[in-house]
């Protein structure tokens, strides 16, 4: 069955930087476009960023522009997420996601997603 599996969270403080992991298994990872989410306390989940499946383009939520970088290993079947200046907002449970293959999608929007991992915590302290 389908696996994705995140790593690579934990505290730092602000200014500091982390990368994220994603391993997926049981899917044709370089047919997926993939993409980030998090979950803060309290708060829906929302949108990070997205990568199509050969990294040919990327998305960004406004609020981390400029500070992460989607990338993704089609050989090694891993999608990263490299996060500098990191600050206490960025803060929550991060996910990878998968979207359905059949047809276009809105990015954005959990619904899109029919694949996610079990998340890896970030905590960013001031």
């Known amino acids: 069955q389908v696996q994705l599996v995140e790593s690579g969270g934990g505290l730092v403080q602000a200014g500091g930087s982390l990368r994220l992991s994603c391993a997926a298994s049981?899917?044709?990872?370089?047919?997926?476009?993939m993409a980030w989410f998090r979950q803060a306390p309290g708060k829906e989940r929302e949108f990070v960023a997205h990568?199509?499946?050969?990294?040919?383009?990327?998305n960004y939520a406004d609020s981390v522009k400029g500070r992460f970088t989607i990338s993704r290993d089609n050989s090694k079947n891993i999608l990263y997420l490299q996060m500098v200046s990191l600050q206490v907002e960025d803060t929550a449970l991060y996910y990878c996601a998968a979207p359905s293959l059949r047809g276009s999608y809105s990015i954005t929007r959990t619904g899109s997603y029919v694949y996610w991992g079990q998340g890896t915590q970030v905590t960013v302290s001031s």
């Open positions: 990568i199509h499946r050969i990294g040919s383009s990327t």
């Open positions: 049981g899917l044709t990872f370089s047919s997926y476009n």
